[in-house]
């Protein structure tokens, strides 16, 4: 043989070898997949165990009376949320600070007015702090008039409107 041909077949057969590795299809694969993701958004709803009705309600109030009325507010929502409590109208008939409210969260124990009746300032909120979904807080509202009224305080009247509301939090970033 001659040594051009010796050198050529070698050749030929690291060509052919090539040729089938490339066209077999030998190529290492993998992949991963997700199911649809999903979002969905919170509610704020709370309830009001004397929602449409006055809190309290007392004719012939006289010097040294008090009276107590008591309601609930339970966040029914799915997000924790600032409540609030707002006096949206008030009236005071009676002479100085004769006329006395005072509310009270009875589930803290924390205090959220004492002053003169009507003295919260109309249409401004009032924070009443955090309550998370599924919790119940409870408040009472105690009015007392004066052991000292005067004889001019007879027949007067005082009457306010409250509105209680939930806002939500700031926004916060989750992760899974």
Excluded: C, H
């Excluded at 030929?12 to 969905?40: K, P, R």
């Excluded at 006329?99 to 401004?124: K, M």
């Amino acid at each position: 043989m001659k040594m051009s041909t010796k050198v050529l077949v070698p050749l030929a057969t690291l060509t052919a070898a090539g040729a089938i590795a490339v066209g077999s299809g030998a190529t290492f694969t993998s992949q991963t997949g997700n199911t649809i993701s999903a979002v969905t958004s919170g509610t704020l709803q709370q309830t009001n165990s004397k929602d449409g009705a006055a809190i309290f309600d007392l004719s012939n109030l006289k010097p040294g009376d008090t009276l107590n009325g008591n309601l609930t507010l339970t966040n029914t929502g799915s997000l924790p949320a600032s409540f609030g409590l707002t006096e949206t109208s008030s009236a005071n008939a009676f002479s100085a600070d004769n006329l006395t409210l005072t509310i009270t969260d009875t589930t803290t124990g924390a205090s959220v007015y004492a002053g003169t009746f009507g003295g919260l300032v109309d249409g401004t909120r009032t924070d009443l702090g955090v309550v998370q979904p599924g919790v119940a807080e409870s408040y009472r509202f105690t009015v007392k008039l004066a052991t000292a009224a005067p004889n001019t305080d007879q027949g007067k009247t005082a009457s306010a409107a409250y509105k209680w509301d939930a806002v939500q939090l700031n926004g916060e970033t989750k992760s899974q």
